[in-house]
């Protein structure tokens, strides 16, 4: 193996079961010494366990990451027990899936609070150690269903798309610190799954085939502001693109003229991953067609 995680701490947020569990392990596994954190405390002993049984280091650590004191005491507790944080893995979620009409809002609410504000909360309690080390390896997880919709998961694919916005930004801001941010939207058989696809769509999606992807994540070579797909053993990377578009300044008809050219908008022939929000601004205040 030519990665190394030798002298990494990670922490993994959901890690009791199911890919937090097969992340950990996997970077346990590449040297990291890692946290395994979760709500559930015997679960989280559980995979601790596995990992030092097979020679690793490991500690438990139960908190929700919603408990914004307790993810900033676990953050602070790794640092002066093993010296810092080098790599969050955002894993920790939940489902409430139901169509829009018939959701309630607080089990709305619930899903952002876990997915969007947990990240949120862990990787603002590491930020300034990884700033401060001058490394940090953050990676969130998004999903299919943020990155292209998925029925009675509005909820769910809201928070999903958000971590892809708050990953943008962060990998901008942690650039000149040593910091990578990354996205990673896998696609598991876990109890997150059961009972939303059958056995035969779920045969060949072991979390396990997933982690490779965190390590890749993980490790010093890592890129920074990636969306990487991951599943079945195979991975792919999406991308938030800007098409050419057109120009039709202040026209009076402008509005006529933009739905007779849909086609030509949505062409994505010569499209471009913008290196920042500013270059919306730049091209169209500079459009070739002006």
Not at 11 to 36: C, E, F, K, P
Not at 260 to 278: C, K
Request: aromatic residues 6%.
């Amino acid at each position: 193996m030519s990665i190394t995680l030798a002298g990494r701490v990670a922490i993994v947020t959901g890690a009791g079961g199911g890919l937090g569990r097969s992340h950990a392990l996997a970077l346990a596994r590449y040297g990291a010494r890692v946290v395994v954190n979760d709500l559930a405390s015997a679960a989280c002993e559980a995979v601790a366990e596995e990992i030092r049984a097979a020679g690793g280091e490991a500690i438990p650590w139960t908190c929700s990451v919603t408990d914004r004191e307790g993810v900033f005491a676990m953050v602070e507790g790794v640092v002066q027990r093993w010296g810092g944080v080098d790599i969050l893995v955002n894993n920790a979620g939940i489902l409430r899936d139901r169509t829009f009409a018939k959701m309630d809002l607080d089990d709305f609410a619930l899903v952002l609070d876990v997915h969007l504000m947990g990240s949120v909360n862990l990787t603002k309690a590491a930020w300034p150690h990884m700033r401060d080390k001058g490394y940090g390896r953050v990676i969130f997880t998004t999903s299919s269903t943020g990155l292209y919709g998925n029925f009675g998961q509005s909820n769910y694919g809201a928070a999903k798309m958000a971590l892809v916005g708050l990953m943008q930004t962060l990998a901008l801001e942690g650039e000149k610190s040593g910091i990578h941010v990354n996205c990673l939207a896998p696609s598991a058989a876990t109890q997150m799954t059961e009972g939303l696809y059958s056995e035969e769509d779920l045969r060949g999606l072991s979390t396990d085939l997933v982690s490779p992807g965190v390590v890749a994540l993980a490790s010093e070579n890592a890129p920074t502001r990636t969306i990487l797909l991951a599943g079945a053993g195979a991975f792919e990377q999406a991308h938030v693109t800007m098409t050419q578009g057109i120009y039709v300044g202040d026209a009076p008809d402008a509005a006529d003229r933009i739905e007779a050219r849909w086609a030509d908008i949505r062409d994505r022939a010569s499209e471009v991953v913008p290196p920042s929000g500013a270059a919306q601004y730049s091209h169209e205040v500079n459009h070739p067609f002006r």
